[in-house]
């Protein structure tokens, strides 16, 4: 049997719903499968009537002379015009609460590869998929708190994060939990994000649920939710070896050179200070500004010409790529997110 056919169990017509969103997704599903049940009796309905209503029972039968009728027109346009605005509307809203990321959300940074997950915690802990005592595997699980808003730092990476095969390139995957409602791409080369907020204890399938490859069907993880105090206790037991994601970063921001020209304490060196800037809004050289989100400070460290800040010259700072690795990465954007 395949090790993941016992994960493979559904109970209802849904996947059970563990989320404040999910409830009105599922709302909006049951609305628009009721609304297009009722749309398709009445038309499908009224034509069958109709057919045989009007079906032609002799040769001499003559069509009807009917030129047009205001008041249907009018009901048959308009009932289906406030039924896709308040279709649209509604979606609408319930989109918009699933992209407003709350401000204290818990941060968790997700690593897709072919073919599994990574959960990488802000205190260095590190969940992949393992194998128990009789051999069997066992999917990478997220543990995250009951009622607590969790952020999801998504990227897509190599097999081997320090290696430099040439054929080990990322690809893209989707991160999609049913039970919770969400959904969102893991695209190579960038960082992509998503929140949402266990309201039930439990444990709850992850998918990738974008072709990527052989494994892409075995590309299963877990997340369990469990109470607060629990998931703490979790978290701190066997915390990363190697510290904490900012004091890492701290170290490579000595080692790696960035401390000759950036400072912590607001002061302008060759480049910026790292002093407050994350969400901050950054001017540009050549005008706009952008929000400095994680994706901005990946793209800013990897490739710094991309995107010059405002009133520094370009091509001082030397491009990072290949020089740092994913991890390296993702260290040092924590390390400049804790500088406040
Ligand atoms: C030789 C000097 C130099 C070194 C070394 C250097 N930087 Fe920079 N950095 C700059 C300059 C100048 C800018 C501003 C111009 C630009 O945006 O490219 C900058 C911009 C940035 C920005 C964007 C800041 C903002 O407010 O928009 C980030 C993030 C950054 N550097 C991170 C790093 C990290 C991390 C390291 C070490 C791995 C590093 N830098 C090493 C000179 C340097
Ligand atoms: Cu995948």
């Known amino acids: 049997m395949m090790w993941w056919l016992p994960l493979a169990k559904a109970d209802s017509f ?14 909006i599903y049951a609305f628009l499968l009721w609304s297009s049940l009722v749309s398709f009796i009445l038309l499908i309905g009224g034509m069958t009537f109709f057919v045989f209503k009007y079906k032609r029972k002799s040769a001499t039968d003559k069509t009807a002379y009917i030129t047009h009728n205001h008041t249907f027109e009018f009901l048959w346009s308009f009932i289906p015009f406030v039924l896709f605005i308040f279709s649209f509307a509604w979606g609408w809203v319930v989109y918009h609460e699933m992209r407003t990321f709350p401000e204290n959300a818990l941060e968790v940074h997700v690593v897709a590869k072919k073919w599994d997950w ?11 998929a393992g ?6 595997k066992t999917p990478a ?7 607590r808003p969790v952020k999801v730092i998504m990227a897509s990476e190599k097999i081997n994060p320090a290696g430099d095969d040439p054929k080990d390139r990322p690809v893209l995957h989707s991160f999609f939990i049913p039970a919770f409602r969400v959904k969102q791409d893991v695209v190579p080369g960038r960082y992509t ?3 949402f907020q266990a309201e039930k204890e439990g444990d709850f399938h992850l998918f990738c649920t974008e072709y990527c ?6 590309m299963l993880g877990m997340v369990k939710a469990v109470p ?15 510290g904490s994601l900012a004091d890492q970063g701290r170290a490579l921001y000595a080692s790696k050179a960035c401390i000759g020209c950036h400072s912590l304490d607001g002061t302008r060196v060759v480049g910026p200070s790292f002093k407050g800037i994350f969400g901050h809004e950054q001017a540009i050289e050549g005008g706009g500004s952008v929000k400095v989100d994680e994706d ?9 010409n991309a995107k010059v800040a405002a009133g520094y010259p370009a091509g001082t700072m030397p491009p990072y790529a290949g020089q740092l690795n994913d991890d390296e990465v993702k260290a040092l954007i924590e390390f400049i997110k804790s500088v406040k």
């Open 14 to 27: 849904m996947p059970p719903a563990a989320t404040e969103i999910a409830s009105q997704v599922d709302s």
């Open 118 to 128: 990574k959960f990488i915690y802000k205190n260095g802990k590190e969940i992949t």
């Open 131 to 136: 194998v128990d005592a009789s051999g069997k």
């Open 141 to 147: 699980t997220m543990v995250i708190p009951v009622g």
């Open 193 to 195: 994000s998503l929140w």
């Open 213 to 218: 490859g052989a494994g892409h069907s075995a």
């Open 228 to 242: 607060v105090e629990e998931y703490e206790r979790w978290l701190a037991a066997e915390a990363g070896a190697a």
């Open 296 to 304: 901005y400070l990946r793209e800013s460290i990897l490739n710094p």
